[in-house]
């Protein structure tokens, strides 16, 4: 059982920049692909962003491209989304994923675990 906590949301104007962690607890991050999720008011969650176990790959939703990069510290248990450029259309709950089977099915979105999710708006 894999327990994951996101910290880092708020409110930040259109331009600006957040990061997003997601600390796991009961088993070794390392062992897991890692991504984020987001879902806007009315709409459904979408895929954001994915990382491999080691790191070595990453993946993003064309509409992130160049503004957003996932990384991971697997000493720290932590897996961090660093989002800047914000736009308006980036306000969402942003949710944090683990999957031991790897980044490609965590990215159809069934993760086998989620975090509870963390709360970005964005001003224009």
């Known amino acids: 059982q894999v327990q994951l906590v996101e910290s880092g949301g708020g409110l930040v104007q259109a331009g600006g920049s957040l990061r997003l962690s997601c600390a796991a607890s009961?088993?070794?991050?390392?062992?897991?692909?890692m991504g984020w999720f987001r879902q806007a008011p009315g709409k459904e969650r979408e895929f954001v962003s994915a990382?491999?176990?080691?790191?070595?790959?990453?993946y993003y939703v064309d509409s992130v491209k160049g503004r957003f990069t996932i990384s991971r510290d697997n000493a720290k248990d932590t897996v961090y989304l660093q989002m800047n450029s914000l736009k308006p259309e980036d306000t969402a709950v942003y949710y944090c994923?683990?999957?031991?089977?790897?980044?490609?099915?965590?990215?159809?979105?069934?993760?086998?675990?989620w975090g509870q999710g963390t709360q970005v708006t964005v001003s224009s």
């Open positions: 994923a683990a999957d031991a089977v790897g980044v490609f099915k965590l990215r159809r979105g069934h993760p086998a675990y």
């Open positions: 009961g088993r070794t991050l390392s062992t897991y692909a």
């Open positions: 990382i491999t176990r080691s790191g070595d790959n990453t």
